[in-house]
């Protein structure tokens, strides 16, 4: 007597196998039901733990073509290890992405006023820029920011963001920043007479920043409070950049708007 399968669907109805993926740490997938996308953060017997990029953390269970991973179906499982896992995190505070590649660049950018600015950005947002596809440009001042606006064009699809030093109202830059009025471009900016002062006096052992006199140079007259090199300050600069370690050691006023400019020009924020 022969043998029949009690599944009389036919070939062509069945799913396609889908991979097995082991739910490592920082792993980033989608769960389709819900669109939600993070990065794994813990798993647990029959559950995934995801957190997206703002730190929301969603429960899901792990089933059968569950997730997409790079917009294919996967059925998640947990790791061989069978313990919770812990995700590393990027000197911005975010998920690392453990062997992700960088994303190929928007259209949009963010511009950074000052190129002490730019290289402070890099270390501590570096990571999430390349994931993200978002390239940082040094703009060398913000006097011909409304041209420089204007020649870049922004749209829908091609988001501009700007960082200004000591956006406070009333000043030049500020009048400056309100002059433009794009829908697509974003001017935002930190308090700071200098990029300097936006990280923490206690992550380079000092009390505090020193009040330097109207009219004097702000670095010269910092160095030379702090007893450190005034002929050089480009020196005096990276040696404070290498006590940055992350994004612990700059100040909120800083953190805040860089994330501002980040979610804008991703798209994540309203135009």
Request: net charge negative; proline share 8%.
């Amino acid at each position: 007597m022969r043998q029949y399968s009690a599944d009389l669907t036919p070939p062509w109805k069945k799913p396609k196998p889908v991979p097995e993926v082991a739910a490592e740490p920082g792993l980033v997938v989608e769960e389709p039901g819900t669109g939600f996308c993070g990065a794994v953060i813990r798993c647990e017997a029959g559950t995934v733990t995801l957190e997206d990029r703002f730190g929301k953390h969603r429960v899901f269970p792990l089933k059968p073509r569950g997730f997409l991973l790079e917009g294919r179906a996967v059925t998640l499982v947990r790791p061989a290890s069978g313990g919770p896992v812990r995700p590393s995190r990027t000197a911005s505070g975010s998920v690392a992405v453990p062997g992700a590649r960088a994303r190929v660049a928007r259209a949009g950018r963010i511009y950074v006023e000052g190129r002490h600015d730019a290289e402070l950005v890099e270390k501590v947002w570096g990571d999430d820029l390349r994931i993200e596809g978002v390239v940082v440009e040094y703009l060398e001042g913000v006097d011909d920011l409304p041209s420089i606006v204007a020649e870049f064009a922004p749209g829908p699809d091609a988001r501009l963001g700007v960082l200004v030093d000591h956006l406070l109202p009333g000043t030049k830059e500020w009048r400056i920043a309100r002059s433009v009025t794009s829908d697509h471009a974003l001017v935002v900016g930190h308090p700071y007479i200098d990029i300097w002062e936006a990280v923490k006096p206690s992550s380079l052992g000092i009390g505090a920043w020193p009040r330097v006199p109207h009219g004097q140079d702000w670095k010269t007259g910092v160095c030379r409070a702090l007893g450190w090199p005034c002929d050089n300050t480009g020196a005096v600069w990276q040696a404070i950049l290498a006590r940055v370690g992350s994004y612990k050691d700059l100040e909120p006023e800083l953190l805040g708007r860089v994330e501002e400019l980040i979610d804008f020009v991703t798209g994540g924020g309203g135009a």
